[in-house]
Structure formats: C-alpha cells, structure tokens
C-alpha cells in the first residue's frame, strides 16, 4: 500500500485537486492542523463552493503526513450507501480476491498502520460514512479520518471545523490572481470589492466571476450579478463536476434536503440580512410548515451549512448568503407562494416597528436603536415592498396627509418621536416649498419638546431643518453650529441617514463660507455614503439643488480638475474618518466673505417638483 498527497491521481481516478495558486486563508489553515493534531476525526464543514476540499487538501499535504500516508476518498460520485465500503478499498489501492466484505479487507489491511483518510464529498451519505468511520477508529489505533462535506458526521468525538467565505482582502486577492491567469491584469478598485462583496466571498463563485473577464469587465459582471446563476458557469475542466457552475454546487445541496428544508429554505429568502427565530416562526410557517417545526426543520439547515448561526448583541440570529438565498428565491417564485411570504415579512416587521416606537420615547432609546440597526435590511425590505403595492407612492398628498396625522394625534393628546418626526418632515416640506417662517416654527417647537423630554433623535432632524433655513436666510455660522450639533447626535445614534444628510448641508455651507476644496472632500465623503442608505438625495429635487449648487460653486472657484481631486479624496474617507473630518471644521473659515443677503437659489421654491422626501423612506430608518 503506497501512500499519495491530496494533490496526486488515486487508485480510484480522481481528478486531482489543484494546489497552486492556493490564496489566503492562512488562519484557517493553522485552525485546522491544529484541529487534526489534537483530535482523530475533523470534519470540514461549509456551503457549497466556499473551498473545503482545497483547504484539505492543502493543509494534508504540507509534508507532515503520517507514516503510512494520507489517502482521499472522493465519494461525491458514489450514490449508493452500499458502495461507500467498496470506495474505500479502491481508493487505497487494496486487492482482495477473498469473498468477505470489503470492511473486513480494510480492518485487515489497516491493522498497524499510521495513516490519514481523507473522505471528501460524503454529505449524501452520512449514516453509512458515520457507521464506517466508528468501527474504523474503534479499530484502527493508528487512523485518523478528515471528513470534508456540508453537514457533520455526528458521532461521538468528532471535531467540527466549520469554514466561512474569504474575507474581503482574500476575495480581491483571489479574483485578480485568477485573473492574472487569464491573461487580465485587474487592479483593486472599487468594482472589484464590490463584485467580491456581492458573491459573499465565496471562493466558486470569485473563480468563475475571473473566468468571465475575457469578455466582460468587473463594472460589467456587478451589472449582471443579478442574474448570477447563469452569468457564473464554466469553470474548467479539472474542475468537479459538483463545481462547475454556481447553480450545480448550491443546487447539490438542495437536493440533499428533505421537502420540508426545500420549504423553509425558499420562504426564509424573503429575509435580508439576519434574522431570529421568533421572526421566521411567524413568516415561514403555514401552508405545509406548522410553525411548531420550523425550530426543527432549521437545525436541519443549520447543519448542512445552509443557514449560519450568528451570536450577536442583540441576541442569537441566524443568516443565509446570499448565494444560497437567491437560490432559495427562484424556488419561492415557483412555488407561486412568493407573494403571501412577503406581507407576512411585511406584518412582522410592521409589528417590530410598531413595538420599536412604543419604546423609543424614553430611556431606552439606545436598546432601542440597536435594535432597529440589527433589524435595519429586512425594515428596508419591508418598506420596499409596501412601495411596490398599489398606491404605494401616498406622494402629491404628502403634506395633507402629515397635516391629518399630526391633528389627530394631536386630538387623541399623543406625543412621541413618530409624531415628532411627522413635525420635522412637514417642517422640511415646508422649507423646500419655500415657507421657512413655518418650517422655523415647527423645528422651533419640536426642539423644545424635545429638550423637555431628553430626545435627541427626533431632535437632531430639526437641528437639520433649522441649519437649511439659517442658510437660506444668509447665517453660514449659525447653519455651522446646527449642523455640528445635528451630525454628532446623529452619528452618536449611527443614524447613516442623518449623518450624510448634514455632511451633505455642511458641504454647502463650507463653499459658502470660503472653502471650497474642503466643500468638494465633504460632498466626496457623502457620495461615499449615500449606496448604505438609498438612492443618492433620495432622487429628489429639494434635497439635490442645494447639492448642485455646491457643485457649481466648488468647480467654478477650483477649476474642474481640482474639484474631481478633491472629491475622490473624499470618497476615500470611511464613515469615521468622513464625520471627523466634517466635525473638525466646526469654525468659520477664513476665506472669501459670506453672502450678506438670501442665499437661496429661487428654484428651490418652485413647486413644480416633486415633494420633498421623507427622511424615514427608502433607505432612511434609524440606524446605519
């Protein structure tokens, strides 16, 4: 018997599994030898395509092996229980010309021996690899078994290692490597992270997204990642056939799963982000799942690494990538059922947001705010799918709606942040519209309430308001104060919404007061940030003319050149980095003189536009 590497043509006629050009993954690397030093069976979990068979078979096959070698066992293509024992034999190269069954020909054979077994590709077949590997190790003092598939084994003494996707530097690093391969030197920019981002670091999926850049550019493949399943085929043909394209490697693992983790699995796709177990209780069940099995029937996916499971602040919460959910997605589209699944979502989440409220006017305001930052994907789904709705877009009627809401609750002697905020949204209609006196009054008011009451979210939305007006009436100082005001609170909150909201402002009023370098870094810094919150100034025509204003100010004063500089030095900036450096300009600058009069461009005023944007839609909840 002749040991061989994981890199080697076995007994069995493999396919090799390619070694070179093996990137990142150094910590997992020295996570599992450890795992094999200390324990005699370790199983490689993990979805499908996220690198388990090659970091095995890099991590066997460093020259540490046992005496008697390292032997793999690829079992993928082995569809019958009964034929695990026989796939064994051949892969180690053994010859019996006795009539006993092939385990005895093993027990006899590996007697005294040092060796490592390597079975890939056994999620299919767990119960008869569980009953081999027992009776091997019971028997074979000197074996040790590296299993590699979707699920653990589940017997006594197994060591689960459990492999995620690259990290965003790996993934980029993996992308360009394969794409140097090719022939297309690709730089790291931000197409490239971002393309690497959306395939969830999934080593599969980053291969076959490289091997598509002989016809398409990495700005081109994120404009057709929506439809990744057919975009993301081919890969080579040393490839196994499990992995030749994206769809077959998740496809794999549905197939493995019973009807009732199909079901789930589809339904749990109308989630974005993390989610907990109370809320899949309520949207996942009925029709054919009673929510008393839905605990079950997600352990079962949990354990074929379909669903990860996330401790987190805010509790245990459980999370698909977004791979695996968009696979789940095209199954509840064809189950017709898509539809029912996302008012349930909907109901959830209006239900959350309604008990968030309730608590929000008081003490509790951080717990409450963390919550809602946790939360914060799937209320943007939610809200995005109220929008799509008929007469979803309740616009022209802005302001006669907000007008009856804050009258009845003003009837009904209610007051907390919703009906603050319903305050602050008139008021900034009213600005944008032109009426700053009432806009004033209104902020006026609210800032009042709310330092009577120690809230300061609601608040920091009025201090915005109240610094657009300051503005418009030609008091740049002042708008300065407000807006540092607005920014710290809102950033103490990781409101993403109202952090760039007032970078954007403070953008305006830094050109007007002399400096209009630093007015084009601040409008880079907030461009950077807009795609974590929404559309960009919501689309809107209020929000994006003093936006534009300050565009044609810094071009003018810094010359086109200079202006572009300066805004990518912007875009460069983190959240962090961004909000430090539009707080750290909190004094008049020294620069050419601020307008005496009006400030404000007549056509803002115009009401031929659209009305001015909620700052709670699309995109705007309270956390970032």
Known sequence: MRGHQPGDTGANGNLPLELDGFVGRHAELRGLARALDSSRLVTVTGPGGIGKSRLAARVTGGGCAPPDGTWRVELAAVRDPEFVDHAVVEALGLTDHTTRPPRETLLAHLAGCRLLLVLDGFEHLVDACADLVVELLGQVPGLAV???????????????????????????????????????????????????????????????????????????????????????????????????????AIGWSHELCTPEERLLWSRLSVFAGRFDLEAAEYVCSGGGLHCDDVLDVLSALLAQSVVAREETATGVRYRMLDTVRAYGAEWLEATGDAVRLRRRHRDWYLGLATWCELDWFSPRQNEVAARIEAELPNLRCALEHCLTEPDGMDMPRAQTLLRS??????EIGELNSNVLMGQVELAMARAFLGDLPDAVRLCEEVRRVCEDHGERWARSYALYVLAYAAWSEGDAARARALLTDCLSCAHTFRDLLGSVLSIELLALVTATQGDPAEAAVLQGAAAALWPSVGLPLFGSAYYNAPHELCEATARERLGDGRYEECVRQGRALGREAAVARALGRSRPHAGLPAPRGPARPTHLALGTHEPAASPTRKGGETAG
């Open 146 to 248: 590296l299993a590699v598939g979707r699920r653990p084994l589940s017997v006594a003494g197994e060591q689960v290692f459990a492999l995620g996707p690259l990290g965003e530097d790996e993934a980029v690093e993996l992308f360009r490597e394969r794409a140097g391969r090719r022939g297309v030197p690709v730089a790291d920019g931000p197409h490239v992270r971002e393309l690497c981002r959306r395939l969830d670091g999934i080593p599969l999926a980053v291969e076959l997204a490289a091997g598509r850049l002989g016809a398409l550019s990495p700005d081109q493949l994120l404009e057709r990642l929506d439809d990744r399943f057919r975009l993301l085929a081919g890969g080579g043909r040393d490839t196994l056939p499990r992995h030749r394209t994206l769809r077959t």
């Open 405 to 410: 809401a804050l009258a009845r609750y003003e």
